[in-house]
T-cell receptor, first 115, second 114 residues
Framework: AQKITQTQPGMFVQEKEAVTLDCTYD???????LFWYKQPSSGEMIFLIY??????QNATEGRYSLNFQKARKSANLVISASQLGDSAMYFC????????????FGSGTQLTVLP | DVKVTQSSRYLVKRTGEKVFLECVQD?????MFWYRQDPGLGLRLIYF???????EKGDIPEGYSVSREKKERFSLILESASTNQTSMYLC?????????????FGEGSRLTVL
């Protein structure tokens, strides 16, 4: 079974609008962490936001917020006020306590921001 | 500023050649990783290392080996390159726990095997 599922291969959003990128995960570990990375066309992976499984509040970092719904095992990324520079591939990833060091990644969502 | 450096951004090799992909980090991180990225498949872990001379297989180690002789350097080796190893290769590092486990990535090496 896939541990991280991103069901949207591609998304379009109008500039200045908000967009939600979906991510569901599968783990039986009680302790885990969820990450979102951005990969522009240049190729580098940019860390955006982190949510721990025991964190009470949803994580936020500037225009990025993580909509964490533990019972549904979802960790959707919300980007507010989209900018042209947000056009990139976005990856959701998980670190499980049973495999403390490596991250497991989803297949990614290609976001295109339209002017 | 933290830095993970991969030696080559683009490589073109012939089938059967031995290929070395080098990765160096300057953050004194204990953990280092090699991922492979393919369209529609995301990033898949090839090998990782949590200490000098230590290595662990990831999800897709077949056809690859690694070397970590120094803490800052982690090399990925393709003993006999094949066309199905044409891909983007990403190196990453992270410090020893406790921490979030965030990975710091290099810029990637795009390998084409002809």
């Amino acid at each position: 079974a896939q541990k991280i599922t991103q069901t949207q291969p591609g998304m379009f959003v109008q500039e200045k609008e908000a967009v939600t990128l979906d991510c569901t995960y599968d783990t039986s570990d009680p302790s885990y962490g969820l990450f979102w990375y951005k990969q522009p066309s240049s190729g580098e992976m940019i860390f955006l936001i982190y949510q721990g499984s025991y964190d009470q509040q949803n994580a936020t970092e500037g225009r990025y917020s993580l909509n964490f719904q533990k019972a549904r095992k979802s960790a959707n990324l919300v980007i507010s006020a989209s900018q042209l520079g947000d056009s990139a591939m976005y990856f959701c990833a998980m670190r499980e306590s049973s495999s403390a060091r490596q991250l497991t990644f989803g297949s990614g969502t290609q976001l295109t921001v339209l002017p | 500023d933290v830095k993970v450096t991969q030696s080559s951004r683009y490589l073109v090799k012939r089938t059967g050649e031995k290929v070395f992909l080098e990765c160096v980090q300057d953050m004194d991180h204990e953990n280092m990783f090699w991922y492979r990225q393919d369209p529609g498949l995301g990033l898949r872990l090839i090998y990782f290392s949590y200490d000098v001379k230590m290595k662990e297989k990831g999800d897709i180690p077949e056809g690859y080996s690694v070397s970590r002789e120094k803490k800052e350097r982690f090399s990925l080796i393709l003993e006999s390159a094949s066309t199905n190893q044409t891909s983007m290769y990403l190196c990453a590092s992270s410090p020893r726990p406790p921490n979030t486990g965030e990975l710091f990535f290099g810029e990637g090496s795009r390998l084409t095997v002809l």
